[in-house]
Every structure is written in structure tokens, then in C-alpha cells.
């Protein structure tokens, strides 16, 4: 028998990747006469959101980091680092 926190870990990556691929369906990509519209840069930071809820995901179940607190931290703080820079990089077209 499989790993029941693993299952449970498999589950979340699909419910969070299903969200992330209707979010990107469902996003509104033109423009309004008046101005920007925020709601693709709105759904393109939800997006990094999941991606980085997923990544911390694979990172404490499927790596086994739960069990080790300094790699589990060092590991999310640099998987955090690389979203904010993603982030800003995806932002700076904007400012």
C-alpha cells in the first residue's frame, strides 16, 4: 500500500494544478479603452502562488524535507527567493 501522505500530497498537486489551468482559461487578456486591466496580472501572480505552493509540496513530501527542519527552511527560503524574483520579473514590464 502506497504511502497515504503521499496520496494525499499527489491529490493537492492535481486540485492545484487544475486551479492554475482555470485560471488561465478563464483569464480576461484584453485591455480596457480606459486603462490597464489587472486582471491578467492578477491571475499571473495567483499562478506563481500555486506554482510555489507546489513546488514546497514536491519539496517536504516527495524529497522527504518534512522530517528535516534546516534543509526544509533553507529549501523553502530559496524556492521563495526564485517566486519573488519571478515575480518581479513578470512585473516590471508594468511599473
Same mark, same amino acid.
Given at each position: 500500500?502506497?504511502?497515504?501522505?503521499? !496520496?494525499?500530497?499527489? $491529490?493537492? *498537486?492535481?486540485?492545484?494544478?487544475?486551479?492554475? #489551468?482555470?485560471?488561465?482559461?478563464?483569464?480576461?487578456?484584453?485591455?480596457?479603452?480606459?486603462?490597464?486591466?489587472?486582471?491578467?496580472?492578477?491571475?499571473?501572480v495567483v499562478i506563481l502562488l500555486l506554482a510555489l !505552493?507546489?513546488?514546497? $509540496?514536491? *519539496?517536504?513530501?516527495?524529497?522527504?524535507?518534512? #522530517?528535516?527542519?534546516?534543509?526544509?527552511?533553507?529549501?523553502n527560503t530559496a524556492l521563495t527567493l526564485y517566486a519573488?524574483?519571478l515575480l518581479g520579473l513578470y512585473l516590471a514590464p508594468?511599473?
Open positions: 500500500m502506497l504511502n497515504d501522505k503521499l !496520496i494525499r500530497a499527489w $491529490i493537492a *498537486l492535481l486540485v492545484l494544478s487544475a486551479t492554475s #489551468t482555470a485560471v488561465a482559461i478563464f483569464i480576461d487578456r484584453g485591455t480596457t479603452a480606459s486603462g490597464v486591466d489587472w486582471s491578467p496580472v492578477v491571475a499571473g !505552493i507546489k513546488g514546497r $509540496i514536491i *519539496l517536504s513530501r516527495y524529497l522527504g524535507l518534512e #522530517t528535516t527542519r534546516f534543509w526544509r527552511r533553507g529549501f519573488l524574483v508594468m511599473l
